[in-house]
């Protein structure tokens, strides 16, 4: 019965360790049944900790808010620490949680002068800036004479970095400091590294890679932001006497060149560890630096140094492969069972100059690795052994999209075996907060692909997909996944991260266009925007405050939504889209031929316009939200304008113009009929056409978000469950039985008769199609939010197809919510979970009424 705080943390981050705010606001999760329990009012206690330390002050406040909560104390200098906790009181007559576990919460480098006289420095020596550049290490050694009492490492790279102290790694982050749009915003990462200095003799060393910054990305070219590999790190050491000793990188550091012969994000690693012993030792204080180069200043970075919102990318799981092939070729491919984004590690010993290949690929064909979908990724690593023994192996700054591995060149004196071969997991470390099962074993899976596919493409920033010459950061993907991927993981700072650096994007040249990817590459490109994709400005911002509930954050990014609406978007003098303007329209309908995956069956500008009154009613929900009445009644205005004009386009006699899936399923979920007879007709229309294509999917990235939502807003879930439960081509369950581990670009990327896509554009590994999930989460699973950040949750199941039991969990900003519901002899039976401090609305299947309960278990019967 009791109430506890189960976590608290401060505006989006995972870990509060060199955060960006000086007065970083608080919020707090409940555990516990106790019934009906609503907080009406709270205590912080704030300490403040390391060299200004004080006594714990505690701040009370009347409030029954638990999310954001204004930072009460006096705002945290730069590099200033404190420890947080809080508690929070019932209405009259109800228990008061504990305090809650201290929480640490410290600043970054809030200000340029911060970072002591560190620059980025690069290494003297001559290369090709047009070929593959070299990683290359840094190091420098410094004496401490007094004990330590702290010490932080604040590191970024012009490339990728990964740092040691005295031999040992720091951290655990890969693929630091991630990828963004470095002309305007560039990440450093902070670390405790107070165990990792001492006393005496001590060396820092840094290795860089070229990754996003200079490396080869997007279509053609490489040194988008830069032509170098550079690093800047600040250490800063405070000794037990209160001094302060700052190691900023200067031109007192040394460089060399050393084992990672290259190391490119799409083309993979080669590395000869017969060039070990010029590093052997690098980052130690006794190391003979003698040989290695001098470093030069780089100019400052262009972008404005700012810490991360979101958490960094980490080795999260290791998989082990499940049976070794011999392919008709005669190659040794691994099969790992499951399409996954990393790499392998290796564990191997042979002779000095083995030179192990290891090519990379999603699917066979004909028993041999598919390396078309890769395009020109080479996505090949290649080690050569030194000889000397048994030796340790994995890529540094590169990553790949595979399930089979195919290993060429392996040494006789180590047999191939699951401990000598690994992959490693990679993505964003965000914390899971969605789970869903039921009674449908291939559902199961499929949703099982879909969070596949999110691990694989949520790194850093969101890609498209992570295997071929391409992973960038599509807008029109994130718009549809957004409300997926916000119930499977905490993404609000990995988002929040993203649209700053889409507002400066947008804000580039003036014409406050929204470009296709997130960072543009090349970074000076002026795309012309486009309906879906652009309109992420809008409604990515609104599904984070759906899911989150953070007014601040809704304001933050506002005024790209309106930028783009009330100015990038080029409009006709009807104030729709004009149709001269560019569109990918409803891309990959599953008519559309191999090479034109916007040739789709719905027209581009019907799409575009659908999707202009959707953006604009969600503008006028955010001014609402945000008490902007004047230009919450514009937007409105506009709105009711907007469909007029709509309908005279593309209904003018009632029906849409265009009989497809997508053309009825936006009109009915955007609420663009307003006469109650002529929607009656559409939803008929729209079964009609369903059940003509025999339940198969008909839509692509525009429609198939909206499809589900359509059908069950006109009271035909039903036949979404026929849709969605089909298992011939195109439907979601087509890519299970066709033995998908992720979720495919194409509805059929692989064909029925396994050979593959002959599209130059065929994944394995793309989230969009994924988009469904929202409606299971919502419609089988039974969970949404009522209200923003889900202070109010709708429970509102509908059973349907074969389905008999679901089971939900969501770990909502204020507590787990868990749902179980099944069908029995005796009926239907639920059961809920409601977190303390918020309330549930049920309405249960077949019943037009709605239950209000508070929080705590309940239980239901029909
Ligand atoms: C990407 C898509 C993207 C599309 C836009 C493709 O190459 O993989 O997912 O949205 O281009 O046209």
Redesign the pocket.
């Known amino acids: 019965m009791a109430v506890s705080i189960s976590k608290l943390s401060f505006e989006h981050h995972r870990s509060a360790l060199g955060i960006g705010e000086s007065a970083p606001r608080i919020s707090w999760r409940f555990q516990g049944d106790a019934p009906n329990w609503e907080q009406s009012s709270y205590d912080i206690q704030v300490a403040r900790t390391g060299k200004g330390a004080t006594e714990p002050v505690i701040y009370s406040h009347n409030s029954s808010e638990s999310l954001y909560v204004p930072w009460p104390d006096q705002e945290l200098a730069s590099m200033e620490s404190a420890k947080v906790r809080a508690r929070a009181h019932g209405k009259a007559g109800q228990s008061s949680t504990p305090w809650s576990d201290w929480v640490a919460v410290e600043t970054g480098l809030l200000k340029p002068e911060d970072w002591s006289g560190a620059t980025p420095i690069a290494a003297i020596r001559d290369y090709d800036i047009n070929s593959p550049k070299r990683p290359i290490y840094f190091r420098k050694t410094f004496a401490l004479n007094e004990t330590i009492t702290s010490a932080r490492l604040y590191i970024t790279a012009l490339g990728l970095y990964e740092a040691e102290i005295n031999g040992q790694r720091v951290g655990d982050a890969v693929l630091a400091p991630g990828w963004q749009s470095f002309n305007y915003r560039h990440v450093y990462d902070t670390y405790d590294v107070t165990h990792q200095v001492s006393k005496g003799e001590n060396a820092i060393g840094i290795v860089a890679g070229e990754g996003w910054f200079s490396g080869r990305i997007a279509f053609d070219g490489r040194n988008w932001w830069g032509n170098n590999i550079g690093v800047q790190s600040l250490l800063r050491i405070t000794t037990a006497d209160g001094q302060v000793m700052t190691i900023p990188t200067d031109e007192s550091w040394k460089s060399n060149v050393g084992p990672i012969v290259s190391s490119e994000i799409y083309d993979g690693e080669l590395y000869d560890s017969r060039l070990e012993e010029s590093t052997k030792g690098w980052s130690e204080a006794g190391f003979d630096e003698r040989a290695w180069l001098a470093v030069g200043k780089l100019p400052p970075v262009k972008g404005s140094l700012v810490s991360p919102d979101g958490p960094p990318v980490r080795k999260l799981e290791t998989h082990k492969y499940q049976q070794v092939l011999k392919s008709p070729s005669g190659k040794v491919i691994l099969d790992f069972g499951q399409n996954l984004v990393g790499w392998l590690a290796l564990k191997v010993q042979g002779p000095s100059g083995t030179n192990i290949t290891i090519r990379h690929a999603e699917v066979l064909e004909h028993g041999e690795l598919a390396l078309k979908p890769l395009r020109s990724a080479k996505a090949t690593d290649n080690i050569i052994l030194h000889g000397n023994g048994p030796q340790t192996w994995e890529p540094k700054f590169t990553f790949h999209g595979f399930r089979y591995a195919e290993i060429d060149g392996w040494p006789a004196d180590t047999p191939i075996s699951q401990d000598a071969i690994q992959a490693m997991v990679v993505h964003s470390d965000l914390e899971q907060t969605g789970w869903f099962e039921c009674s449908h074993e291939l559902l199961n899976k499929f949703h099982s692909n879909v969070r596949w596919s999110m691990k694989g493409n949520f790194l850093t920033i969101s890609t498209?997909?992570p295997q071929?010459d391409?992973r960038?950061g599509?807008?029109?993907?994130a718009h549809a996944f957004g409300p997926t991927a916000n119930f499977l993981y905490d993404t609000g700072g990995f988002w929040r991260g993203w649209h700053r650096d889409m507002w400066s994007e947008i804000q580039r040249n003036g014409a406050m266009k929204v470009p296709?990817?997130v960072p543009t590459v090349p970074p000076g490109s002026n795309d012309p925007g486009?309906a879906v994709?652009s309109d992420v400005s809008v409604a990515g911002p609104w599904d984070l405050f759906r899911f989150y509930g953070d007014k601040g954050m809704l304001q933050e990014q506002f005024a790209q939504g309106r930028a783009w609406i009330d100015h990038g978007l080029p409009r006709n003098a009807d104030r729709l889209w004009d149709r001269s303007s560019f569109q990918?329209g409803d891309?990959?309908d599953p008519k559309a031929p191999p090479e034109q995956?916007?040739a789709a069956t719905t027209p581009k500008h019907l799409v575009a316009d659908a999707y202009l009154v959707r953006m604009t009613e969600i503008l006028m929900l955010v001014a609402e939200t945000l008490s902007d009445d004047v230009t919450a009644s514009d937007y409105r205005a506009q709105r009711s304008q907007l469909v007029k004009e709509f309908q005279k386009a593309w209904m003018p006699a009632g029906n849409m113009t265009n009989q497809t899936q997508t053309a009825y399923a936006l009109a009915l979920h955007f609420g663009l009929y307003t006469d109650i007879d002529q929607r009656h007709a559409a939803a008929n229309a729209l079964r009609n056409i369903v059940a003509q294509n025999d339940y198969l999917v008909g839509t692509g990235?525009a429609g198939t978000p909206a499809l589900g939502p359509a059908l069950q807003d006109v009271g035909a879930a039903e036949d979404f469950y026929r849709m969605l439960l089909q298992t011939k081509v195109p439907s979601w369950l087509y890519q299970v039985v066709m033995n998908g581990t992720t979720t495919w670009?194409r509805w059929d990327s692989m064909q029925p008769d396994g050979s593959i896509n002959t599209g130059s554009?065929t994944?394995f590994n793309?989230y969009?199609f994924g988009a469904v999930a929202d409606w299971i989460h919502t419609t089988i699973g039974g969970l949404a939010p009522a209200e923003p950040g889900w202070r109010t949750i709708k429970v509102e199941p509908i059973p349907g197809g074969s389905i008999t039991s679901a089971e939900t969990r969501y770990v909502s900003p204020y507590g787990a919510i868990e749902l179980k519901w099944w069908v029995d002899d005796v009926g239907f039976h639920l059961n809920l979970s409601v977190p303390p401090n918020t309330r549930a609305v049920v309405k249960l299947p077949k019943s037009q009424e709605t239950l209000r309960v508070g929080s705590g278990i309940h239980k239901f019967h029909q």
Not at 474 to 477: E, K, S
């Open positions: 498209d997909c071929r391409e960038l599509w807008t029109g993907d296709f990817f486009a994709w990918f891309w990959l995956p916007d990235f670009e554009m994944s793309h969009a």
